[in-house]
């Protein structure tokens, strides 16, 4: 079965911080977005953030309010994934966890069409192996945004041992047409830009673990001392602590070199819960006016 000759429908699954990125520059760029989440609260909350989000885009200059409304009503809340049929391309963007990755699917056997693409927003999970566990491997592939999908140029793009060149060209296609910067990496843990940032973030955890500087110190080191835009701990709670575990977890797991041992003291922010601004705690607390260091 070849691909489908254009997309069009864009099925985005999991509407968390990266997956309403996505259905907002999709939207905008004029592709049709189905929306799912596995809770409805979150599909709804992700279409106010969405509003939101667009709104100060307009404020900036950055797009004009008729592109604004003309976006917005072309994202469809979708609870069910069986209303999958419309997808030309399926960008699964749910958590971290390979397990849940691959049920859903096994659950996209059942509606996406056969010639549709089906991409993953993985951040450092094997794209061969995530695959082989689906249905059609030559039309798979990794599409890997950066947060904030809406401001970030770059998105790198892997192609796993069976994804065929067609896929890989579509995806090129599709990709470039939100605007997008693509950089090709190979299907190695974590790729490119996780390889070489989340070991320094881990870093940064060990450094604060270790005592040798203190949560603002770090920042304002990396800050000020590398020119980074933002310090290793502030970005660390941007991306979500739950996530860069994952990311050292596979890093340590894939490359099996105790350089990538995850800083304990990461492994404790996460059992917590404390994951950083999406659950309001993590290196500093949102709960306040501004953000204040948790150690
Ligand atoms: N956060 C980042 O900076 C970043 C950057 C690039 C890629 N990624 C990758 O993007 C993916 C999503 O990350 P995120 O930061 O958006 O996470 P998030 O926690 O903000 O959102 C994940 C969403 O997936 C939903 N979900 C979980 N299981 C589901 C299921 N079975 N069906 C439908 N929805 C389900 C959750 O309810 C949640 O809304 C991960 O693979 C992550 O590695 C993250």
Request: proline share 5%; net charge negative; with cysteine.
């Amino acid at each position: 079965m070849t691909i489908a000759n254009s997309i069009r429908t864009i099925g985005v699954i999991g509407a968390g911080q990266m997956g309403n990125g996505i259905a907002h520059v999709a939207a905008l760029a004029g592709y049709d977005v189905l929306l799912n989440d596995l809770e409805t609260d979150r599909i709804d909350g992700a279409l106010d953030i969405i509003r939101h989000n667009m709104t100060r885009q307009v404020g900036r200059g950055m797009i004009t309010h008729e592109a604004m409304e003309e976006a917005l009503p072309r994202i469809k809340k979708t609870p069910k994934l069986g209303s999958f049929e419309a997808a030309d391309i399926a960008i699964e963007s749910v958590i971290e966890v390979e397990e849940f990755k691959r049920k859903i699917y096994a659950d996209l056997r059942e509606t996406l069409r056969p010639d549709a693409l089906l991409a993953t927003n993985t951040s450092s999970i094997s794209i061969t192996r995530l695959a082989a566990t689906t249905d059609r491997p030559d039309k798979f592939i990794g599409v890997h945004f950066m947060n904030p999908v809406p401001l970030m140029k770059l998105v790198e793009l892997i192609r796993g041992l069976a994804t065929s060149q067609e896929t890989y060209e579509t995806s090129l296609t599709f990709v470039s047409s939100l605007g997008k910067t693509i950089a090709n990496a190979e299907d190695f843990p974590a790729f490119i830009v996780n390889r070489v940032l989340i070991p320094m973030i881990n870093e940064a955890v060990y450094t604060l673990y270790e005592g040798v500087g203190s949560v603002e110190a770090i920042d304002k080191a990396m800050r000020l001392g590398a020119n980074h835009p933002m310090g290793p701990l502030e970005l660390a709670d941007f991306i979500g602590l739950d996530t860069c575990l994952s990311i050292m977890q596979v890093l340590n797991e894939g490359l099996a070199d105790t350089k990538y041992r995850p800083c304990p003291l990461l492994v404790k922010y996460v059992e917590a819960g404390w994951l950083g601004q999406k659950t309001q705690r993590g290196f500093y607390d949102y709960r306040g006016e501004t953000p204040m260091p948790t150690r």
